[in-house]
């Protein structure tokens, strides 16, 4: 039986990965390690908080003592790792917690993978979850490849880049049956509302100012996140070991056209005047070292594992602004901290 740790299950992505691993594979058993930081949320895994093949553990994957204890205790069979430090702005603010989540935390979990399945490394799985950042920055033209050389630029992604390292050196130096994934940028329900999409959505229902960061000219692709899952299913079960796979939406957007989709998409469904949420855009300072464009080819997970985004941008936009409207509550908890002080009464020991 397999009994799958997925690290950051209660995070933006990793809940989708989650409530979908628990409902397609009732003989798998899920255990969800995240140490719910401000972007760990378990109201996201409500569908399937009582399923019986999915269990919720708390912890944080920088304490090394304590993951050697979940990988005795449950006999941890494979691992998806998603949890990390994830916003390109507080790692300009404060890159050590980035160096220690992403950088240390990752490496501890590769210690307790090569300890517990140093017999037979071929039986199991270390699959890491990472991004087109550590890739750098593109000009007009050009794509990342698989190949691409690394060139990270924020503390961000120099840290997933360097965990990326990490899981590549376990593969060569000891065996270690490891899977790599680099995804362009997500969107969807759930998404903490300090990335753009999320941010938006919420700043125009509170008639809050959309900050846009320099001319707004930056490029970023954007995939609907249940297509995410649906690749890294296919990978974790189907990818070949030691390989790298890169995955994107195929769907380029300038951040001022992406925000101006946003906006005339809210006016319609709030009623209100044509243009009025436009009104909002504010251009702001820019990001430092803001990387300029990200795109991504992804033709070798399609001809390989017959992979590609099945949801427009258009289409996942529409699905986006409807969940986070029917979903106010949730917006509601996560920007004024309740479900922080939940944790904090409910997981205080
Ligand atoms: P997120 O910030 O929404 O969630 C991260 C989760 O990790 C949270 O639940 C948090 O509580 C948990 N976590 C943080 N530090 C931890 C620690 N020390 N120990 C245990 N848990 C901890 O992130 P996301 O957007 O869902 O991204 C998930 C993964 O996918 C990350 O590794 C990220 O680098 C990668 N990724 C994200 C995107 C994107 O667009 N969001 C794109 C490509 C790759
Ligand atoms: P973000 O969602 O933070 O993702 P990433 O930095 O990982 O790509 O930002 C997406 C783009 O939007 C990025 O170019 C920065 C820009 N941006 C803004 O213009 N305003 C904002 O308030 C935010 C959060 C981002």
Not at 260 to 285: A, F, G
Not at 311 to 317: D, K, L, P, R, Y
Not at 340 to 347: A, I, V
């Amino acid at each position: 039986m397999k009994r799958i740790l997925v690290t950051g299950g209660a995070g933006f992505i990793g809940s989708h990965l989650v409530k979908f691993l628990v409902r397609k594979y009732p003989e798998y058993r899920i255990i969800n390690l995240d140490k719910l930081t401000y972007a760990g949320n378990l109201s996201n895994l409500k569908e399937v908080e009582n399923a019986p093949n999915y269990q919720f553990i708390r912890r944080d994957i920088t304490n090394l003592q304590e993951l050697r204890k979940v990988f005795e205790e449950i006999k941890i069979t494979d691992v998806i790792h998603l949890a990390a430090e994830s916003h390109v702005d507080r790692s300009i603010e404060d890159p050590t917690s980035f160096v220690l989540t992403n950088v240390l935390g990752t490496t501890n979990l590769l210690i307790c993978a090569r300890e517990f399945w140093k017999n037979n490394f071929q039986e199991h799985i270390f699959y890491h979850v990472s991004t087109d950042e550590v890739y750098g920055s593109l000009g007009a033209e050009g794509l990342f490849k698989e190949e691409t050389a690394y060139d990270p630029r924020s503390p961000y992604s120099a840290s997933k880049a360097s965990s990326d390292h990490l899981v590549r050196a376990f593969h060569h130096t000891y065996g270690l049956n490891t899977v790599l994934s680099n995804c362009s940028n997500n969107y969807g329900p759930n998404q903490f509302p300090e990335k753009l999409i999320p941010l938006v959505i919420n700043n125009i229902l509170v008639n809050r100012s959309l900050p846009v960061y320099g001319e707004g000219l930056n490029v970023r692709d954007w995939l609907w996140v249940e297509d995410h899952i649906k690749a890294i299913d296919l990978i974790f079960h189907k990818g070949r070991s030691g390989e790298t796979y890169n995955i994107g939406g195929n769907a380029e957007m300038r951040n001022i056209d992406l925000v101006h989709l946003i906006c005339d998409l809210m006016d319609k469904k709030l009623n209100r005047d044509p243009l009025s949420s436009r009104k909002l855009i504010t251009y702001v300072k820019d990001r430092l070292g803001h990387d300029l464009r990200y795109a991504i080819d992804f033709s070798k997970l399609q001809n390989e594992l017959f992979w590609s985004p099945s949801v427009s941008i258009e289409e996942g936009m529409q699905l986006t602004i409807d969940w986070y409207l029917d979903h106010n509550d949730w917006l509601r908890d996560v920007t004024s901290g309740e479900y922080m002080k939940y944790y904090q009464k409910h997981y205080s020991n």
